[in-house]
Structures are given as C-alpha cells and as structure tokens.
C-alpha cells in the first residue's frame, strides 16, 4: 500500500487558503466518466457516500479556529493499493470502491487518529475521500486509488494535529503527542491485511523494503536470512509476522540503528514523506503567544 502525503505547494496542494482548489482537482475525473457512461463516485467521509462538494469546502475552511493566515489548514493524503493489493479488493471496480472506502473507514482513519497520540479516534477527524480509478500516467490499465483531504484541526476545533509534524510522541515542551509515522505504515499494512485476508509475502512488507534500504549490514544480513527461509517455507507467512515481531522488539529496545531514517523506505508504500528537518513544520503547532516568544529568544542569542 502506497501512502504519501504531499508537500504544501503553490498549487492545488496550497493549504494555508481555502480548500477549494483542491476540492475541485479531486473531481477532475468525474465528467470524463461521466462521457464515457460510467460511474462518478462522490466524496464520502467515516459514515456517509455521495457528500456534495459544497459540503466539503464548507466544512474544512470553516474548521480552522486559532490558526493564523499562513498555517496549514489541511492536508493532502494519497492511499494507492499495489495491483495484487487491489485484485485482492475485489473483481469489479464497485467492489474495489467500496472495499476502498471500507479500508479508509474502518483502519487508515482510526490508526491515524491513534499515532497523534493525543487521545483521538476515528470519529474525532475530519476528513473527505474521492476514489479515483485512473492515473494520467498510464492509459491502459485502471488503478483505483484514494485521495483524502484532512482538516488540520480535530472535530471539535480545538485540537492541532499535523501528519507532517516531526514530533513523535513527545511529553513535554510546547509541543507534546506528534505524530508516528512509521507506526502507521505498519498498522495500515497489517490492517489491510487482516480486513482482506492478504497473504503478504516478506518483500512486499514494510519492515523489509525499509531494512534494505536503510538498514545496518547486519541488519540487511538478517533480512537476507529470513528472505531466503521464507523462500524455502513457499512463502510461510508464519515467518513474515515472527519477524516483523523480532524487528519492532529490537525497536523498542533500541537495538536498531536510531538514525535510520524510516520514513524514507521506498517499497508498496513508494517514496514515503522523509522526516524533513523543516522547523515550520513544528512551528505551525505553536501557538501565537509561543512563535513570539521563541522570536525573542532567537534574537538574544
């Protein structure tokens, strides 16, 4: 499962004005399905299909209280399933879309909540989906795939959460919970895999594409091993969840290299969104009263 999140632009991914922009570029596809007599999904969220695009707009610009003009109001995230992946979601394109909305619904948007940790669930996020069937890269097969448009602030409108944040979990300072990314790439590829019954093989996970790629020598050594049994055992998927539990216990007790940069892994999950170190990032979480105070600080030292 590939999922990224798209740095703000001078474009349609703009985020610090009004949503229309990308609200609109979020249909670009209906009316040529419409031509060709096919079916223009509408946009849904956690409980409801067909939401009007009024609605949307509506909603997400009007849900930005205490944010200042050039903060980020929303964000931009694109969930694109493999082609096994997809073939795995259904024979026909309706049942690609609703098993779709149902994944988005039911595991994407709830680990999402959770990896703020900051106490939030899937109903405490207020987010739009456009199902989209097609790329523009390529014109002879169909690969369906999801955009979704996330407030910047919770449904309550009073919680700040960014995706992009390079927090991860923190307790103390101005800014506490971030974001975990990491742990969301992990959850929503187990998760998939348990809503659809995926057998998923050892190169196809998260863990491995981003050892080979970031990984110590002996990490990817290990990684060979564990390739090469699976290999032996037909793809045992056994051998598959024993390692991923191995890994994330080496996590935990920091035996993994600390500076590896996890979110840079590229496998089903594409070039994922690097741990830039960009401090207007973390300074859009800061309050007014916070950004001047630490402008104060810059210059005294």
């Known amino acids: 499962m590939n999922i990224d999140f798209p740095p703000s632009s001078t474009g349609i991914y703009n985020n610090a004005g009004s949503s229309r922009q990308l609200v609109n570029y979020m249909e670009h596809e209906d009316m040529k399905r419409i031509e060709h007599g096919l079916t223009a999904e509408g946009f849904f969220n956690l409980t409801d299909d067909n939401v ?6 509506q909603r997400i610009d009007g849900n930005i209280g205490q944010l200042m ?9 694109h969930v694109s399933p493999s082609a096994k992946e997809l073939a795995q979601m259904g024979k026909t394109e309706q049942d690609q879309s609703d098993a779709m909305k149902r994944y988005i619904r039911e595991v994407f ?8 940790n900051k106490g939030l669930d899937a109903k405490d996020i207020l987010f739009y989906g456009k199902i989209h069937f097609e790329r ?8 369906m795939h999801c955009h979704l448009i996330v407030s910047r602030k919770d449904q309550s409108n009073k919680k700040k959460i960014s995706p992009v944040t390079n927090h991860r979990n923190t307790k103390k300072g101005a800014i506490q919970g971030g974001f975990d ?27 491995y594409c981003n050892t080979m790629k970031n990984g110590t020598i002996g990490e990817k050594l290990k990684m060979q091993e564990w390739e090469i049994k699976e290999g032996a055992q037909q793809h045992d998927s056994i051998s598959v969840k024993q390692y991923n539990n191995e890994s994330l216990n080496r996590h935990n007790s920091k035996e993994i290299n600390p500076h590896l940069n996890i979110i840079e892994a ?7 969104t690097p741990d830039v170190e960009n401090k207007n990032f973390d300074e859009e979480e800061l309050s007014p009263k916070q950004k001047k105070k630490k402008k104060q600080q810059k210059r005294i030292s």
Do not use: C, H, W
Not at 52 to 57: A, D, H, L, Q
Not at 266 to 272: A, D, E, V
């Open 52 to 57: 009007y695009k009024s609605e949307v707009i």
């Open 69 to 77: 003009k050039t903060d980020a109001k929303f964000y931009a995230i």
């Open 109 to 116: 948007i709830p680990a999402y909540a959770q990896n703020f």
């Open 136 to 143: 523009e890269r390529s014109e002879k097969a169909s690969f």
């Open 181 to 207: 990314r990491k742990n969301l790439f992990q959850q929503a590829e187990s998760g998939f895999d348990k809503l659809f019954g995926y057998q998923r093989d050892l190169q196809e996970t998260f863990v």
């Open 266 to 272: 590229s496998s089903l999950f594409g070039l994922l």
